[in-house]
């Protein structure tokens, strides 16, 4: 049941005036539930309740959090299919879709319950001492990873499981020993809910400290804004536009104490086709990409917002090849109306570009907060002249460029900012052709494909999905597989520490069996 209001810690509660509703894209009509803003008072609440909480979950064994990420995983699943039913509501997306992303939700969670099982991943390292050492003795130096304190979480619009409640963010932020407060988005803040009842239930029943979760509400900028300047919040998760990401960032670079933002804040996902490769396939990757950007309305992160190659007869066939997909293609439901307005500003602006046309787009009826899919093209000198060519529009919509020769297609690579994918599609051959383009490639992304699409990202400890500013704050971490739990620690050393006092990932026995860098040398053997 949707009750409509914030879960301060363990209690629910809804003291503010503001209400709101959320829409459903699909039927074009609001849904009924009335949720309540979060007030400052229960903001203020729930900050205390997970710094309170942070003093005790801090010091829970990596056994113990596992069964808690566990015990979510369970709940989420008990949920049934009302669940995926209310999912659908508030996004507009299929069952099909609802089903596999709350499969994703549940394989994370399940992920770092595996990883924090296992141990290994505090990093722990021991230099004993060597009291004979002259001039100067060597004292006892052991380090590992310890949390930050809460953290808090903004819900992502795109992904209302992956990405929000319950999703990377918050499993990775938990793993690591640190309460969580979700700033629920305000398109699925119905599924949110339930999703944090799940999350609730289970803290409940693993016996954790009252705190160590909340979730809040809120329709405007004031709730996040207050929740990212409060002095006792300890770092920041968020998944979003460059607008939103940014102005977080420099809130939480503003506070007496900064803090860290790890903000993932979308690409245009560059696409380069070499010759040989359109010479022997275009058809394959025509069909491929038509796909790749039409799917979810392109509302991915990674869809591909940018396609590249020299101008040729290939590059033209492959063109016409496109346009014959994409003009085939169904259109998908947007997430809002307000999302579909803003992918037909953006569209619009495009289009308004010197130099810039249209080559295809859908040519049948769309249902209203459908997004019509567009291709549009221009050539290489005007898109390395004009910024706003290489902008994101977020939907399904992308840009050929057309470039003169070899060098002229290394200068657009060279001229774009950061992104969290890029793709190359040739034959094996060609990329020792293209050695510059594959380091100018590397230099820009941070995640290089070959012969594929960037719309999938696979949840696994090899996936790194950020990359250069602006695709995301930081580009040493990543906001997907079980290293994204290294957001939300840093490194501690105890030095001539008792033995019997050390966290047992540190103590000389090595009771939890963890590989650890013993001397310069990893071990799992204990020190006599």
Known sequence: MITGKNY?????????????????????????????????????????LAHQAFGTYKKCSG??????????????????????????SESGFLMGRAEGERGRMVGQLRAFAQMLTEGSWVQAAIDTAIIERHPVPKEDLRKMLVPLGPVVVFGSSNFPFAFSTAGGDTASALAAGCPVIVKSHSMHVGTGEMVASAILKAAEKTNMPNGVFSNLVGGGTTLGASLVKHPLVKAVGFTGSIRAGRALFDLAAQRPEPIPVFAEMGSVNPVVFLPKALEKNSQKWATAYAGSITLGAGQFCT????????????????????????????PFCMLHPSMKDSFEEGVATMISQKGVSKIAEYKGEADPNFGVQKILTVGGKTFLENKTLSHEVFGPVSILVQCEDEEQLL??????????????IGESEELKEYTKLVVAMQNKVGRLIFNGVPTGVEVCPSMIHGGPYPASSDSRFTAVGIHAVYRWVRPFSYQNWPNDLLPAELKNENPLQILRTLNNIQTKSQIK
Do not use: H, R
């Open 63 to 88: 056994l113990e959090k596992a069964v808690f990420l566990n015990a979510i995983a369970d709940e989420v699943l008990a949920l049934g299919d009302d669940l995926l039913v209310q999912y659908c």
């Open 8 to 48: 301060v810690g363990n209690k629910l509660k809804a003291e503010g005036q503001k209400t709101f509703k959320t829409f459903n894209p699909q039927l074009n009509k609001e849904n009924p539930w009335i949720f309540t803003e979060a007030t400052q008072e229960e903001i203020e609440e729930a900050v205390a």
């Open 303 to 330: 869809n591909p917002g940018l396609l590249i190659g020299i101008k040729n007869a290939q590059l033209n066939k492959f063109s016409e090849e496109l346009k014959n997909a994409i003009e085939k293609m169904e």
């Open 411 to 424: 200068k657009i690579v060279n001229q774009l900012d950061g992104q969290l994918t890029g793709t190359i």
